[in-house]
């Protein structure tokens, strides 16, 4: 019943920045956690980022950390994913997802988000 729509996603050089949203559309969750995912050529699909809806939670992977930012906007149901510094290993289709609220449960679990978005292609020139 969630429906999730990617964008801004594009070529940039080594060091640029690239920002990208995620709008959930259709029925949501009252208390959710969005993800941000990635999967590059021949590698499987890595966690990314994740933020909690209704609260302030954030984790970022290692790889990311200092580099990228998660932001939201409730009122408009989008999330944002800001990325800075980018590097040619950031190459990948970079996917949103969503998830219901469930305790326990890590933010970067894959397998615990039921709802993905169609990707969009982020390529960092060398």
């Known amino acids: 019943q969630v429906q999730l729509v990617e964008s801004g996603g594009g070529l940039v050089q080594t060091g640029g920045s690239l920002r990208l949203s995620c709008e959930a559309t259709?029925?949501?969750?009252?208390?959710?956690?969005m993800g941000w995912f990635r999967q590059a050529p021949g590698k499987e699909r890595e966690f990314v980022v994740g933020?909690?809806?209704?609260?302030?939670?954030?984790y970022y992977a290692d790889s990311v950390k200092g580099r990228f930012t998660i932001s939201r906007d409730n009122a408009k149901n989008t999330v944002y994913l800001q990325m800075g510094s980018l590097r040619p290993e950031d190459t990948a289709v970079y996917y949103c997802?969503?998830?219901?609220?469930?305790?326990?449960?890590?933010?970067?679990?894959?397998?615990?988000?039921?709802?993905w978005g169609q990707g969009t292609q982020v390529t960092v020139s060398s």
């Open positions: 933020i909690s809806w209704s609260g302030d939670n954030r």
């Open positions: 259709g029925r949501t969750f009252s208390s959710y956690t």
């Open positions: 997802a969503a998830r219901g609220y469930k305790p326990a449960q890590p933010m970067g679990a894959l397998s615990s988000y039921p709802y």
